[in-house]
């Protein structure tokens, strides 16, 4: 194995080794390119499945489904910027989720901003509201940060109920916000699209941040602060930074929602306990510390409750408890029975398991599939504080 510290990649030497595509790219490019086929599937309503016992219909309501899917993805890539590269965990990031929601659709309904202007505005409230927790709370540790992270959203949530003459209340603001760019139902694969190339856009931000300088410092500070403290570098300046990037990032994610056909400006929907659990699972469950395996758990999340809440299918008598009850009745306790039979089959996430099964397919492993999003977890911090050591001495030397 050979180290270059300057780049801060790793690389592994090996006979088995040969010129070819990282498997990554190519399962990054068969799933862009079946997203993007999706539409054209959609004007067929093309039906996937075993007839008779269970068909997915790709049809318009399909893609407005999967629009909120690709929302929420992109609100699980803004949780594991912060919680599964620097290791901060927030159990209330829901509550940025909602600020770019709220903000964008108040705008919109009681002061006639077209979504285009309200949605911008939302995203800057989310990134304020992210200084404003971020700032003391990330110079805490530990159990300390995770609880005032999950403290604050229930204040948020108690002020919109008191006041729902303002937020609506339990059934949300009425009439809901306009559409973005007037595209409705009608329009789905439009909505789609818009959702798609904003997901697409994201996540090559996100993929760019996190794999520069600053992203291996999050790395870095996830796996020994006190070590990247020691060579001179702020913690706290590069914490900041990330829960301040997250948070408007998910208020964008909240903002896009609520301007969608399926969305819904309802505090159960954007806030509330089971918003910020399930973006938490998303991550864990599609690879946590890796953008793309955020993003595929967050679909995988923000896609997969909705098709069992519609399928209208039963389950065999001879089942016990459930025999004779349609899945469509039961399709969380499904969702939830799924989410640990693969939490279980795969520790790593989806992403590692794809990666790793895609390379044992192909026999041979190129040395950089380790060191990038989804590959093999590295000791990052080692080559970061090397690196900042070697200026530090050079400085000295001058």
Sequence with gaps: MSEDTASGRITEESD??????????????LGLLVLAALPVMADMELGLGVPGVFVLVIDELF????????YFGMF???????????????????LFFAVG???????????????????PVGVVLAAVAGIIIGVPALRLRGPYLSLVTLVAPIILLNLFIFRSDIFGGELGLSPGPENFLGYGVGQASMVYYVALALFVFIMAVLLLVTRSDAGRVFTAIREDEDAVASVGLNPAKFKIFAFVLSAAIGGLAGAMYVHTPRGGATYSELFSTTVNVEVIIAAVLGGMGTIVGAAIGGIFVGLVPKLLDELAVEI???VP????????????LIFAVITLFLLYVLPGGILRAVIHGGQRARGWRRGDEVATDGGRPQRVITRVVGRWREQLRGDDDE
């Design 16 to 29: 088995r080794s040969f010129p070819g595509v990282p498997v990554r790219y190519i399962v990054g490019a």
């Design 63 to 70: 893609l407005l489904d999967l629009t909120v899917a690709l």
């Design 76 to 94: 699980a890539m803004s949780w594991d910027t912060v919680s599964g590269y620097t290791g901060q965990i927030s159990f209330g990031h829901g």
């Design 101 to 119: 929601a709220y903000t964008s659709a108040l705008l919109n309904l009681g002061h006639g901003f077209d979504p285009i202007l309200s949605i």
């Design 316 to 318: 065999p008598g001879f």
């Design 321 to 332: 408890v459930f025999g004779g009850t349609s899945v469509s009745e039961i399709d969380f």
